[in-house]
């Protein structure tokens, strides 16, 4: 199956310092890419939506100017939070789908990456 | 817009029984698709099922099935014979057609399977 990977898979900061992670497809070319946030003991939200080449889709209430995404190529999303606060410590999961494949757009989830603002 | 309800905020069944995972959706679509994911502690999110809106036979995918119900809008998740490794976070989505095909997921039942 589609593998999605993600760096780092966790990561302690400073506040005030930016803090980027990386989700690549490894085995495919990714058209749309999904960032999702997820605090403890609840559900994952949608942040964004990237596909390449384009700027990204901010959902409602989502800091554009704070969480920086780039989507430069087909297999590499970037997540750039950018001076960090404690408040943004949760668990970032990126997602890709390839439009149109098989009967729905399933996706393939990264591993998430653990940030920790100190 | 689209919307997932999970009642259960936590369920407990014993090893090798079968439990049930509610789940309710409201959508605009006239099409849809709705996914159920496993999130152990570990974080990863393990896709387990789908089932299309038009789909004529609930999803089956070992021991995986979908309960769907279409006129009531929900569509549940069975576990048949369940076992230890079980015990995670169970969420319920919906495919999102006003954010590019996102997954609006519902809150997520945790399950606890005992020895």
């Known amino acids: 199956g589609a593998v999605v990977s993600q760096h780092p898979s966790w990561v302690i900061c400073k506040s005030g310092t930016s803090v980027k992670i990386e989700c690549r497809s490894l085995?495919?070319?990714?058209?749309?890419m999904f960032w999702y946030r997820q605090f403890p003991k609840q559900s994952l939200m949608l942040m964004a939506t990237?596909?390449?080449?384009?700027?990204?889709?901010?959902e409602q209430g989502v800091e554009k100017d704070k969480f920086l995404i780039n989507h430069a190529s087909l297999t590499l999303s970037t997540l750039t939070v950018t001076s960090a606060h404690p408040e943004d410590s949760s668990f970032y999961i990126c997602?890709?789908?390839?439009?149109?494949?098989?009967?729905?757009?399933?996706?393939?989830f990264g591993p998430g990456t653990r940030l920790t603002v100190l | 817009a689209q919307k997932i309800t999970q009642t259960q905020p936590g369920m407990f069944v014993q090893e090798k029984e079968a439990v049930t995972l509610d789940c309710t959706y409201d959508?605009?679509?006239?099409?849809?698709?709705l996914f159920w994911y496993k999130q152990p502690s570990s974080g990863e999110m393990i896709f387990l099922i789908y089932?299309?809106?038009?789909?004529?036979q609930n999803a089956t995918e070992g021991r995986y099935s979908l309960n769907f119900q279409k006129a009531r809008k929900s569509a549940n998740l069975v576990i048949s014979a369940s076992q230890l490794g079980d015990s995670a976070m169970y969420f319920c989505?919906?495919?999102?057609?006003?954010?590019?095909?996102?997954?609006?997921f519902g809150k997520g039942t945790s399950l606890l399977v005992t020895p």
């Open positions: 989505a919906i495919l999102n057609s006003n954010s590019g095909y996102a997954l609006n």
């Open positions: 085995d495919f070319q990714a058209t749309t």
């Open positions: 959508t605009s679509d006239p099409s849809y698709g």
């Open positions: 990237s596909n390449e080449g384009s700027k990204a889709t901010y």
């Open positions: 089932q299309g809106s038009y789909d004529q």
């Open positions: 997602s890709a789908t390839i439009a149109g494949a098989g009967s729905y757009n399933e996706q393939f």
